[in-house]
């Protein structure tokens, strides 16, 4: 189930992860300080159009925001796997 208030903590995590300020936030998703501040503290939403641009400037998805769970991770563990596993090959032949 969906929580404002675990939505405006991650907002705030994330912010403060990228060393912004509630202001710097605000300016680069053009709304005011004080959005963000109820925002964080979980008292109002956001439109979508504002969810996009926090998780484009907060480099993370919608999905992650919304529900705290982010896209899955395996698929590029393997490719990170495989191609480690061809550059090992290709130092072997070298």
């Given at each position: 189930?969906?929580?404002?208030?675990?939505f405006?903590?991650?907002?705030?995590?994330?912010?403060?992860?990228?060393?912004?300020?509630?202001?710097?936030?605000?300016?680069?998703v053009?709304?005011?300080?004080?959005?963000?501040?109820?925002?964080?503290?979980?008292?109002?939403?956001?439109?979508?159009?504002?969810?996009?641009?926090?998780?484009?400037?907060?480099?993370?998805?919608?999905?992650?925001?919304?529900?705290?769970?982010?896209?899955?991770?395996?698929?590029a563990?393997?490719?990170?796997?495989?191609?480690?596993?061809?550059?090992?090959?290709?130092?072997?032949?070298?």
């Open positions: 189930m969906f929580s404002m208030k675990e405006g903590q991650r907002v705030s995590n994330l912010r403060k992860v990228r060393n912004l300020t509630q202001d710097e936030l605000a300016y680069r053009n709304v005011n300080k004080g959005h963000i501040s109820r925002i964080e503290r979980g008292t109002v939403a956001c439109s979508l159009e504002l969810l996009i641009d926090l998780s484009n400037e907060l480099h993370t998805s919608t999905d992650f925001l919304l529900t705290g769970i982010g896209p899955s991770n395996d698929f563990k393997e490719e990170i796997d495989t191609a480690i596993s061809i550059l090992s090959s290709i130092k072997q032949l070298l």
